[in-house]
């Protein structure tokens, strides 16, 4: 029997990369995380402790900050492919690269009714992200971007059922016609290709995922999420596939009759553990196979 | 030599407090994390252990929930005044009380340009946070309110300086007449009485802290924060004193230079520790004194 | 175009069981998070909101308690198997199962040089983790076993160089002959089959993890985690495969030449971001096929 | 009405010292964590935005770093109180200091059953904190030193009983004579003057904490607090005060007769939100006056 090097990659995680426009007096500014990582056949490094082939994960952290001017940001996803292909093109061994990109949104401040030029407030709230995966060299390079959104934290307080269900001797759980739903919703969405305008799309998708959300009735949250799915893929054709891990924060009604008190549904307790964990995938059936779109993309699949 | 109990107060905290508003179809929502505590003679429960004037911290809980019904929640400072009261009332051997209360703040869900009725969008961003102390009983019943946020990430592309400073042998740190100042603000301010709006204020208050932050040229962040406490002041006249607790997140500018390029205010890198921490308070000169207002006060002093 | 629900799973997550054996004075203590999820037919939940195949995730989390007395505690391996065939059997459209536990270690108080019978302090440090996912029901069954252990926190302040890289006109790292290395381990091991003894394997494979780390000259942490894993394998035939997730945890010397000290290697700053981070698996070259043990486990592929 | 400047301190947080002793094979290593802040007349930097007084906590952070190897590190508590007076007396204007330090522990590896000379495990669980505050300049200095611990994650699985209690109408707690007593305990020591062998007592007043926790009986959390603080007293005239923040972390036993098993003390689950906190201090009845000791010292008070 002998051992083999079946996986590795490696990279720099979580460069902090913030880019300021400044041509006019109204900045702009694209606050990024930034993690890059090579595969390849860094074989030699691992077995040998020869580093020849090795592009010091220091260097890729440079790269990250260079190519924010070089290149500039317009968009997590146009930035990452550009960091992606100098990565490769600077790393003779490696047969493919993963950028990962984290965006933080900010707001202009308010002042007297107009966004400052210069002063922001982070918005808080939903993450957007993408994962753009590069594989082989040149003109055989293939490039897949899987965007999306983490924390999206979404509620209703009502138009949410769940009943019906199976039931064995551990089951003590009370049917509802009518409960708080609830969730942190990190939605990744693969595109087909990338002749796509990263920004808008982005903002389109959004909409729709709390669009679906707050006007359909739901019997569970699956089928929420298969609904929000779905509906994004059939607004946009340029979206394969799209996977959803929503945990179910649950808010349970109070006991109040106990304190001679009727609680119709207006005071609940938030709980952190357990949750319940909803996870699915929803896909055009006539999408693009994945490759390795997915290949190392945390939190789900 | 003996040893005495010379402080104790104990209670139930993070009781995770959801109140919906559902008299009508336009649903409201108050996502509240309550924290209530007892003081007073509560030795025989330590050096005794007598529990017989120990109000269970349970029954703590349970009085923060039925008091979102029975009493209602109107603002933070107003539920946690009535909570603090009842608590004393129920607890014969209390001195005081001190609730704290944070608070989540939901946006309507945008839906074809209007708010839905019952879907909601956690806002992130800014907590906004009261602590109330109570001290006494009945009559003579002192109640001191503390407001304030927590989380309020703000930065400066241009307008911050850092320049004049004391140096000493190990200082190395350069001038600089243009930087990007930023930080996570915890404002907390002291009410002179409780005879307040809570609400509009609150508004007012955050909104001031903003705008000062935005509209004023900064010589160091100890200005900006002097600055944001005096404007605070004078428009406030119901506001004693405000504190803050300041990190200066660091955004350090990337050297470029090395690789041919130049970086005028454009690329940086966000860091995370060590930060600078600067901590102040305004207070108005005829100001009431404190009292145990700022007593276990998390964060600051 | 139709759309398809391409995967899903469904289930109760971090379930914090705590299961006391006291049959005798000398209790024991199994600190347990348990993560159950369901696989298998359940489109008619998610498309057409019908929840009667659906066992509620209320009732996974009444298996897992009920499995912590019923079937009791041995090895988080050994009641995760037992908890995922419960589930399974219970859930008739189920096409698989997966059970993830981590597990929180305590030690005894020492008392006069022995380990109190009843007073534990938890040991903080690494957590041991398992993922078992089955498939299949009844006697087509397939249970698959990745066990490991996360924040595994290791540092040598010597025996650590890199050097001989790979340079391109981004590259300013020096070389260096000795540093630093310093990670916080994740390791998975893949079983080869069910017939194991989990906690005196886990034991051997942690020191092993250990013992490795401590006595082999470092080039790189990338040859530094093929030899673990190569070590694991060698002398744990019932492992198919290792994988490791190593975030470089820097260390950087400061500069004290500025102030006229010398630090030859005893003054650092740690880092917190950007880290470096090195992934690899290493397999045995007759292991059998991991078919979907790898499936939505997180952290690594 | 005018506004005053009352209160102000700032510094440098969070500065990642690590010291590394290798003048033999068998290094030794001293992880730390330094916050410093200095006090004193800075009012024209945050009122007239003029810094020719402020030392820049660049420079704290400078001086942190030089004085770990310049002065060395034998214990937190001395290597604060010379960067505590280092920073005074380079900043003329400063009245005072606050320096907190917290260690992480880590062990040797173990190999063969020796400890490696240098290769380490970091220990998780508990770590060590200081506090040392400094007032005044020269021979009118006064150093006060608050040292504790915090994260110790404690838990007896019987000795434990919650009876007697005061009730009113939201009471709902049922009485117990046996349930699991668990705590992440913050601990906070004063002492009494600067003569002190901080690690020997540092270990002393730890393993004191354990064994009282571990060998007395416990009518409550109050209770047991008070006995580990007065065993504390007793045992160490150099301790002045000591005080603690305990959260009850509830493990409640879970309803197993629902499915026909009996739960004698055996399935527990343990919850994160709300939980009790039970705060307090312990103090010789003839210990000096604690000053300015406790001023800004986080977690309590």
Avoid: C
Wanted: net charge negative.
């Amino acid at each position: 029997m002998g051992t083999v090097l079946s996986f590795d990659q490696y990279g720099k995680a979580e460069n902090r990369v913030v880019r300021i426009y400044r041509d006019n007096p109204r900045h702009e500014i694209w606050d990024l995380n930034v993690s890059t990582a090579l595969r390849g056949d860094f074989a030699a490094a691992h077995v040998e402790g020869d580093q020849r082939d090795v592009l010091p994960t220091d260097t890729q952290k440079n790269t990250a900050f260079v190519y924010a001017k070089k290149h500039g940001v317009t968009s997590p996803e146009d930035y990452a492919i550009a960091v992606g292909q100098r990565l490769i093109e600077a790393s003779p061994k490696a047969s493919g690269a993963q950028v990962r990109v984290e965006q933080y949104a900010w707001d202009r401040i308010d002042v007297d009714g107009a966004g400052h030029d210069h002063a922001f407030l982070r918005r808080g709230g939903a993450v957007r992200t993408t994962v753009v995966t590069l594989s082989g060299r040149n003109a055989e390079q293939l490039v897949r971007v899987v965007s999306g959104l983490r924390d999206l934290v979404l509620l209703k307080s009502t138009g949410s059922e769940f009943k019906g269900f199976l039931r064995d001797e551990y089951t003590t759980l009370q049917e509802t016609d009518d409960r708080i739903l609830a969730t942190s919703l990190v939605a990744r969405w693969r595109y087909a290709g990338t002749e796509v305008d990263w920004n808008s799309t982005y903002g389109a998708i959004s909409a729709s995922l709390l669009e679906t959300f707050a006007t359909t009735y739901s019997r569970a949250l699956q089928e929420t999420l298969y609904l929000m799915g779905a509906h994004v893929l059939k607004a946009h054709e340029e979206v394969a596939e799209i996977r959803f891990s929503a945990p179910n924060k649950h808010h349970f009604p109070v006991d109040l009759a106990r304190f001679g008190l009727e609680n119709s549904g207006e005071v609940f307790t938030a709980t952190d553990r357990p949750y319940g964990l909803i996870e699915a995938a929803v896909t055009r059936d006539d999408a693009p196979e994945p490759g390795d779109a997915w290949l190392a993309v945390p939190s789900f699949l």
